[in-house]
């Protein structure tokens, strides 16, 4: 009886685990399924050039090496 409960519990949580799973992607699915605040009609971004350059991040590592004064 207790190897019959045990498994009945067992298949609880996982269906229950299954159902709180796909809800869960579901509404993220829906949630980004089109742009905020278009109140569902799909509209796409105007395209425009974009032109980036990266600079030189000084804050990593140091600019020369590190010198071990004893």
Do not use: E, R
């Amino acid at each position: 009886m207790s190897a019959i409960n045990s498994t009945v519990k067992h298949v609880v949580c996982g269906v229950a685990a299954m159902v709180i799973s796909l809800s869960m992607s579901w509404s993220m699915v829906k949630a980004t399924a089109t742009y905020p605040y278009l109140g569902g009609t799909i509209i796409a971004p105007p395209a425009a050039a974009k032109v980036a350059t990266q600079p030189p991040h000084a804050w990593f590592g140091q600019p020369s090496p590190a010198v071990l004064v004893d």
